[in-house]
């Protein structure tokens, strides 16, 4: 509250976001999570979260007052016009204090309260363990085992304590690979397919510069080629552009070395770093904010974005690594620099081509904390929840979600979830209002005593009256593996993501009611028929009972 330097503004204007000249008049309130706009009649309110807040901008003075711009990361542009520079300059300032806590602690999770609070704490913190995951895939079994060499988090502090490698690789071997590996990513399972047990094991880049070499790194890959009965080479997959890897090579580190490693088929395969991806969707929202654009104007500068094409190169990737292992029956090894990027983006797409369990809300829920939040994905420095170094921040958990979208898109009958619920996780990711993406690893939440101070965001999105509005109403499951097409016609814009807040909500929200109407009218209408095709079968078999009974005439 120190922050508020006024918490409420009377007489402030709300501008339209296409004619400046509409507006709305109204009260606005400052809080410590949330910039409220009351209209003067009441009937309405704008709610801005602070945390979602990327930027505060005071414009020029005009003759109707001072205006004040608000870009958020969940693309809404709001503009205020108040009547007096003072104000207007202590919500300014207000704003720009509330929207970059400088320590973990200032966070929006650690002064949150919900229902049933202590019930929540102690239930959804514990929703998923990688032990009933693995159990899943049929794991332990006689190739694959757990290792305790993380239990404190002293071999690879971005890991967890459970870890799953091959029954042949010793703790000496691990220790040997983990010293070889960036940040100590030393290769582990990530998912064991269940038609040929084809693995995907995740890792980082080796320190290999351009002639070292590790014989416990080389026996650690030997050994998880040596899992696989029905193929003899193991598919090592590099998610970065060759020229990338090449000058992380002349750093000390690199990629694998064919004539050091056997049976190793290895992939470079082009996806940018964080650095670019950023830059990409910042040109896409300057596309997305222009105000009466051109189609032209639009559509090249959609294409120089480059955001369509980054993801069509994660889906590339994905469905390459979801063939070998389908298809081929093969292993595959897949790291980009530090292994928590690219390598998440790529490991969990792939997953949700290959198992339908990812497909429903609960399995979406699991893949998103193994994938993620178990294996070390940076939230806190990628969302920017910390005033911090900017160039960490980057849309890689964004993407993600746009590729499943995409995917969605395609098969819009095969997953459980709509993309009501891909938005919601992508709002959460922003908002610091839950736990569960605070932090870079489970070794720093751990130590901030995230499940004891905070609430799971699991435990919102599992209400019963909160999860019926995430449900596909189109939803049929299907078991095959989902191939989505990746041609340029196919990657399409996320309009309900990006342009979310230009779109009329009430011509969107009527078109899934008429299609829930339509969808239990059909399901009622199913169950009517099964009823009528039991009375028929019912009465059939007593008209063949009266008639082998009847007396012969």
């Known amino acids: 509250m120190e922050h508020i330097r006024v918490p409420k503004v009377d007489n402030v204007r709300l501008l339209d976001r296409f004619e400046t000249r509409k507006f709305t008049t109204g009260t606005l309130y400052l809080t410590a999570t949330h910039t409220i706009f009351v209209e003067a009649d009441g009937n309405r309110e704008t709610w801005i979260l602070h945390m979602h807040i990327a930027s505060v901008e005071k414009l020029p003075i005009t003759t109707k007052g001072s205006p004040i711009q608000i870009h958020c990361k969940t693309f809404q542009i709001v503009t205020f016009i108040i009547q007096r520079e003072r104000d ?35 239930t959804d913190w514990d929703l998923f363990d990688m032990d009933s995951e693995f159990a899943r ?58 038609k040929n047990k084809a693995a995907i094991c995740r890792c980082s880049q080796p320190l290999a510069g351009f002639s070292a070499r590790c014989l416990e790194d080389e026996k650690m ?10 193929c003899n080479f193991l598919y090592v ?43 990409s ?12 654009p051109s189609m032209s104007s639009f559509l090249s500068g959609l294409e120089n974005s480059g955001w369509l094409k980054h993801l069509k190169a994660i889906l590339d990737t994905s469905i390459f690594i979801a063939k070998a292992v389908d298809v081929e029956g093969a292993h595959v090894m897949v790291h980009c620099s530090d292994g928590w990027d690219r390598t998440a983006q790529v490991c969990s797409v792939a997953s949700v081509l290959l198992d339908p369990f990812y497909r429903t809300i609960h399995g979406f829920q699991v893949l998103i904390v193994k994938e ?25 958990f964004t993407q993600f979600l746009d590729c499943v979208w995409q995917i969605y898109h395609q098969f819009p009958c095969s997953f459980q979830f709509n993309d009501q619920f891909l938005i919601t996780l992508f709002e959460h990711a922003y908002a610091s209002q839950f736990g569960t993406f605070m932090c870079n ?49 196919s990657i399409q814009l996320w309009t309900g993501l990006y342009l979310r807040w230009e779109q009329d909500d009430a ?9 829930n109407r339509v969808r239990n009218r059909h399901k009622e209408l199913k169950s009517f028929s099964i009823k009528l095709r039991r009375q028929l079968f019912q009465l059939h078999k007593e008209y063949s009972e009266q008639q082998s009974t009847a007396e012969p005439i």
């Open 88 to 122: 207007c300059m202590d919500v300014y300032d207000s704003l720009v204090q509330l929207s970059r806590p400088r320590s973990v602690d200032e966070l929006y999770a650690f002064h949150y309260s919900a229902r049933d609070v202590d019930v929540e704490r102690v």
């Open 137 to 194: 895939m049929g794991l332990p079994n006689d190739e694959w085992c757990t290792t305790t060499v993380n239990r404190n988090y002293e071999v690879c502090e971005s890991y967890p304590r459970l870890l799953y490698v091959p029954t042949t690789a010793s703790s000496r071997v691990i220790h040997g690979c983990a010293n070889f590996r960036s940040r100590g990513r030393f290769p582990v399972l990530s998912y064991l397919h269940q």
């Open 221 to 230: 890959l030997e050994a998880i080629q040596t899992t696989n009965k029905t």
């Open 237 to 279: 997959v590099d998610t970065r552009p060759r020229i990338n890897a090449m000058v992380n090579r002349a750093q000390g580190k690199g990629y694998e070395s064919p004539e050091f490693y056997t049976n190793i088929n290895f992939q470079f395969i082009g996806i940018e770093n964080i650095h670019v991806m950023r830059e």
């Open 281 to 292: 969707l910042q040109k896409l929202i300057d596309v997305c904010e222009l105000k009466n």
């Open 372 to 396: 993620w939040i178990t294996f070390g994905h940076k939230f806190q420095d990628r969302c920017g929840f910390i005033d911090g170094d900017p160039r960490e921040v980057s849309p890689v």
């Open 441 to 489: 690893n489970v070794c720093e939440r751990v130590r901030a005593k995230l499940p004891q101070k905070t609430v799971s965001l699991w435990s919102y999105i599992n209400r019963p009256e909160i999860l019926q509005t995430f449900l596909n109403p189109m939803y049929e499951p299907n078991n095959a593996v989902i191939w989505p097409s990746v041609a340029p016609q």
């Open 507 to 515: 011509a969107i929200e009527s078109a899934w009611n008429e299609i």
